[in-house]
């Protein structure tokens, strides 16, 4: 009962040999000591297996080759799983597993096929109906745990140990706490920018929700190393420092911007894309937003007709 996973295939056991090779699963005879994995697919019987297996580990049933070395109680159990639901489900279909087989136990008879043998190897079931009496008391506090609640358990019993918070709150949603986070982040950088760079991030992101979205895939897995050198400026600084190359490149424009018309069409640059009624309309939008001041990345997007990488492909 150590394990259990959700593979599809049969209910069957799988001995960890050299060869291993899937047997049956005999939920009365399965071996209750050592590793054991169960595979099953959905609707195979696992939380019925698990309740039966439960309450063999209770009553100390089995042989000498099955059976736990010693019977053991409620707080000595631990069942884990994957959901909330699937955890309270298990702990009401074990409780009433135990309640089924204590009133038979009482009675000394059933009709079930998992409690009936029972019945007829244990000898003394006033002792067993006792047995389960108290475990049916303790059902309160088994140890049926979804995966992350157990872990949350076991840190905080051993919070010493292992460095953590008495104190733990668990966060099934992170959705809030990211959220919270870039809006804190989007206060502290960007409220105190120069008005003309707030509104260059605002192009880039309406609102800190908006670049929540943008960047919400680096915040889970690996950390993200970020190795660019201008990073280790501030926002201001890389925006004057933008605002200055956007002036090296208008006057480097301007300085040859009479002569791109004749370079253009004595050129074999394709005439069909650069015709002479088009080109003359492109090259004044880009002279008036050369000859103007730089407050911002904004640029006429003719400019790419005269990136050095687009003028190679025509």
Known sequence: MDQMSGAECPLHTLDRTEQPQPTPLEPMTFPLHGARLIEASAGTGKTFTIAGLYLRLLLGHGSAETRHRVPLTVDQILVVTFTEAATAELRDRIRARIHDARIAFARGQSSDPVIQPLLNEFDDHKQAAEILLQAERQMDEAAVYTIHGFCQRMLTQNAFESGSRFNNEFVTDESHLKAQVVADYWRRNFYPLPFTLAGEIRQLWSSPSALLSDISNYLTGAPLSLSVPAMKGSLADLHTE???????????????????????????????????????TWLEAVNAWAATETTGYDYPDKLEKFAQNVLLEK
């Open 242 to 280: 933008n605002l200055k190359k956007i002036d090296e490149l208008k006057a480097q424009w301007r300085e040859s911007q009479d002569d791109f018309f004749t370079l253009i069409s004595d050129s074999d640059i394709n005439k069909r894309s650069y015709t002479k009624k088009s080109l003359p």
